[in-house]
């Protein structure tokens, strides 16, 4: 009866060499898979600290899988351990979202020993968003794309419309309130090619009747 109670199926691990290439594998299509996001991220602010959180979120879920087996329990513990620590991290970029859950993906794919999977998808992947970022949804114009926030002096009421139309391919206002030295707009703008950040920069510095002129990009290398 005791016998029986206690007898239990054990999860038999991998060898130490199948663990090892299993990580490694997870590693090295890892670093591929980040270093096409690098290639592809051109006119946005590089975040170092997401770079190796691809690189290294891989290799612990590569292990996690490999350690959970087919085991229920292990599997709710680990669950468990991850609500503990509660990850209060905010991807505020859907394309970095993709691209995280695409190197937990590897790492996955790595553990359960399917290598051909994590292989081809990688390959696939990387292929994908190197042709997006060449296309006319890619990248490139990313580096155009400006938020500008300026005063309008009530008393001269300068004929700021003319001046984006004349400098930006594209532009829309997403703001405004008003101050005590006039009216405090702010726009997206998206610039032409011909036109570059520091020449509208100083076109809006020099015109008459405008002030506190601030151009920005929502791009942050403190968030991921």
């Given at each position: 009866?005791?016998?029986s ?5 054990l ?6 060499k ?48 490999m ?55 990688t ?36 004929d ?21 030295t006039?009216?405090?707009?702010r ?38």
């Amino acid at each position: 009866m005791f016998e029986s109670l206690t007898k239990e199926t054990l999860y038999e691990y991998p060898s130490f060499k199948v663990a090892l290439f299993s990580i490694l594998l997870a590693f090295t299509l890892s670093s591929v898979m980040a270093y096409t996001y690098y290639l592809t991220n051109k006119g946005q602010a590089f975040s170092r600290n997401f770079f190796q959180a691809m690189v290294l979120s891989s290799v612990v879920s590569c292990m996690v899988i490999m350690a959970v087996g087919n085991n229920v329990a292990a599997g709710f513990g680990i669950i468990g351990a991850i609500a503990i620590i509660r990850f209060r991290v905010t991807i505020e970029n859907p394309r970095n979202i993709i691209f995280i859950f695409g190197t937990l993906s590897i790492g996955i794919a790595a553990g359960v020993y399917g290598y051909s999977i994590a292989l081809a998808g990688t390959i696939v992947f990387c292929l994908i968003a190197l042709l997006l970022s060449i296309s006319p949804f890619g990248s490139a114009v990313l580096v155009r794309e400006f938020a500008v926030s300026v005063t309008l002096s009530n008393e001269t009421n300068p004929d700021l419309d003319s001046i984006l139309q004349k400098h930006c391919e594209d532009f829309r206002l997403i703001g405004m309130n008003s101050t005590k030295t006039g009216s405090r707009r702010r726009y997206f703008v998206l610039l032409k090619k011909e036109t570059s950040k520091e020449a509208f920069f100083e076109t809006l510095e020099t015109t008459n009747g405008l002030s506190n002129t601030r151009l920005e990009r929502d791009d942050n290398l403190d968030k991921i």
